[in-house]
């Protein structure tokens, strides 16, 4: 339900972009770096894993954080519709729902984690693939409707439904099987500094149960190739721009386009699950990178208008080409979060599958304030496109970079093993703490 949830707050997505570009009058660039900012909360998730692992609210260490995590996203979205009023206002808000969505989506995760240890790669794999279908099937619904609601009621009227749907992730964690973490008891005379002592305590032990997790190549370096395989430039944004405002695409066709992405990212879930989770990391990488810079590399036929001469309307191409490169990169995800589950060690699960995943999060924020320097650089702006053609050249065949640092993933057999250290130095910190 809460992945579910987590796609369908997407609604907001399409009418955050139209409200920076048509009520604040933002350039591409700018656009690009406030959706960045926003984004921030999602490098922070071992904050919120650290807290969720060891600080219980009511006795509750999954429960309480995402009836909070709910409310939070609520009221932001309601600020959204009634309150914001200038670009500040609105990164304020949009980091504020972040925050809410990124600590929920850690204490899931946390939880699926916890049924992923000591399974099979495929086991691993069936059940991130079950969890990122129910995102994609919330992603469909919310890009069936984002496009013709955008344009029927305007961004503010999207964002006030929107706000509804937060409070089912309070409602989900009354579904949560979690029992009670007793609180630590402690003698009739012990005062403030004694439960202080107690907290502090459980921090320094989960601290170096994480600690004695990342510090080894076997997790450290499969972390810095996928920071890197994230952190190369996007021209998102300003292709949102040379579509609405060269190509007149309306929101309701961008909804569609968005719908078309969303069922693409749901067969790519279904294509790796059936047929590719058994594939070793580095022929995955390998070939996804390179087929996706290949197709990438088409927009610039849109942009040129190479299509047309081709035969093909603006229309079918966008959708085309989204569907196409949705599923591959996708399937290029999936991965990444099989190892990632597979390497946490019972008792810091939480933290440290928020820590693999906030990598990953930095590198696409960092790629995300790339692709806006570079757009500002090159001169793209709301109504001059002359050097999209070269942002987009850039931007597709700069994800080929780090295709040389490959053998800094490991294999099946490489993953085991890290997952098997993981596990030995966690019981062995266990043990020394008693």
């Known amino acids: 339900m809460v992945y579910f949830v987590q796609g369908i707050l997407g609604l907001s997505r399409l009418g955050v972009t139209y409200l920076y570009k048509d ?38 260490r999954r429960r309480s954080y995402l009836v909070i995590c709910g409310v939070l996203g609520a009221l932001s979205w309601a600020a959204m519709a009634a309150v914001v009023r200038s670009p500040v206002g609105a990164v304020a808000a949009t980091v504020v729902g972040s925050l809410g969505t990124a600590c929920s989506d850690v204490v899931v995760d946390s939880i699926v984690v916890e049924r992923c240890r000591g399974h099979p790669q495929a086991t691993a794999g069936s059940l991130q693939s079950l969890c990122w279908a129910a995102a994609a099937l919330g992603g469909v619904a919310s890009a069936y409707f984002s496009g013709s609601l955008v344009e029927a009621w305007g961004p503010r009227g999207v964002f006030g439904l929107t706000a509804v749907f937060p409070l089912i992730v309070s409602a989900a964690a009354a579904l949560i099987d979690e029992q009670p973490v007793a609180a630590p008891k402690l003698k009739a005379s012990a005062d403030t500094r004694s439960a202080a002592a107690v907290l502090a305590g459980r921090l320094v032990a989960q601290l170096e149960a994480l600690w004695g997790a990342i510090n080894q190549r076997s997790i450290l370096l499969p972390a810095a190739f996928v920071f890197l395989w994230q952190a190369t430039p996007t021209a998102e944004t300003a292709m949102f721009y040379f579509q609405t405002n060269a190509l007149g695409f309306s929101p309701e066709f961008l909804g569609r386009v968005r719908l078309a992405g969303a069922l693409a990212s749901l067969a790519g879930v279904g294509v790796y699950n059936a047929a590719l989770k058994e594939v070793p990391l580095r022929r995955m990488f390998l070939w996804t990178s390179i087929l996706g810079a290949g197709l990438g590399l088409t927009q610039i036929l849109l942009i040129t208008g190479t299509n047309r001469a081709l035969g093909l309307s603006n229309e079918l191409f966008v959708l085309g080409d989204s569907v196409v490169l949705t599923v591959l990169g996708q399937v290029a995800f999936m991965p990444v979060l099989v190892l990632a589950a597979r390497l946490c060690p019972e008792g810091v699960e939480a933290t440290l599958f928020a820590t693999l995943m906030s990598i990953l999060n930095g590198g696409a924020f960092t790629g995300s304030a790339l692709g806006s320097a570079l757009t500002a650089a090159l001169g793209v702006t709301a109504d001059d496109f002359r050097l999209l053609w070269v942002l987009v050249a850039v931007c597709t065949l700069s994800s080929l970079l780090p295709l040389p640092l490959l053998w800094l993933v490991p294999d099946a057999s490489g993953a085991e093993e890290a997952a098997r250290v993981v596990d030995e130095r966690a019981a062995a910190a266990e043990e020394h703490r008693l």
Do not use: N, Q, R
């Open 23 to 60: 009520e604040f009058h933002l350039d591409p660039a700018s656009v690009a770096l406030l959706t960045s900012i926003s984004a921030v909360p999602w490098v922070v998730k071992p904050l919120y894993g650290f807290l969720s692992d060891t600080v219980p609210i009511l006795g509750y």
